[in-house]
C-alpha cells in the first residue's frame, strides 16, 4: 500500500470513529432526557399522591364532625333573634371550628334554590311536587355538602321538584 491510501483509510477511519461517537453521544442524551423526565413525572406523581393522602387521612374524624357544625348552624339561627352574650359564645367557638376545617382544607359546597340537581354534588333526599320551571332543580337543602380539596367528604342532602 502506498502512504496516500493508509492516510486515506486512517482519515476514513477517524472519520467513522467520530460519526460513531457523535451518534453514541446523542443516543446517551436522549436516554438521559428520557430518564430525566421519567423520574420528574414521579417525582409529580409522588408529591401529589402524597397530598392526597394527607387530604384524606383524617377524612373519617372530619366526617364526624361535619354534624357538629350543623348543630352549630341551627343553634346559630336559633338564637340570632337574642342579642346575647350566650350568643357570642356560641359564634366564637363555631369560628373557630370552621377555621380548623379550612386549615384541613374542607370547604362548604355552595348550593342554591333554584340550582340544578346534580348527582356528582348532591344526594336527593326526596322530591317535592312544584311548579314547571323547578322540575329536576333543588327546591330545598337540607344538609350542606362539603369538600376535602377536590374529592366530596359528604355529599349535599337536597329536595328536588318532581
Known amino acids: 500500500m502506498t502512504k496516500k491510501n493508509t492516510k486515506k483509510n486512517t482519515v476514513a477511519n477517524k472519520a467513522k470513529k ?3 461517537l457523535k451518534k453514541e453521544l446523542q443516543d ?3 436516554k438521559y432526557l428520557r430518564l430525566y423526565s421519567e423520574f ?3 417525582r409529580r406523581r409522588t408529591s401529589k399522591e402524597k397530598i392526597e ?3 384524606l387521612a383524617n377524612k373519617d374524624l372530619l366526617n364526624d364532625i361535619l354534624p357538629v357544625i350543623d348543630d352549630f348552624e341551627r343553634a ?3 338564637l340570632e333573634k337574642e342579642k346575647s352574650s350566650e350568643m357570642e359564645g356560641v359564634n ?3 369560628q373557630k371550628l370552621t377555621n380548623t376545617l379550612d386549615k384541613y382544607n374542607v370547604k362548604k359546597m355552595t348550593i342554591n334554590k333554584g340550582d340544578e340537581f346534580d ?3 348532591h344526594e336527593a333526599i326526596t322530591s317535592s311536587p312544584s311548579e314547571k320551571k323547578y322540575k329536576g332543580k333543588v327546591i330545598d337543602i337540607i344538609e350542606d355538602g362539603y369538600t376535602i380539596g377536590e374529592n366530596i367528604l359528604r355529599f ?3 329536595v328536588t321538584g318532581s
Open 53 to 55: 393522602m394527607i387530604d
Open 92 to 94: 366564637l367557638i363555631y
Open 40 to 42: 420528574e413525572n414521579y
Open 156 to 158: 349535599a342532602k337536597v
Open 119 to 121: 348527582s356528582e354534588f
Open 18 to 20: 467520530d460519526i460513531n
Open 28 to 30: 446517551t442524551k436522549d
Open 76 to 78: 346559630i339561627k336559633s
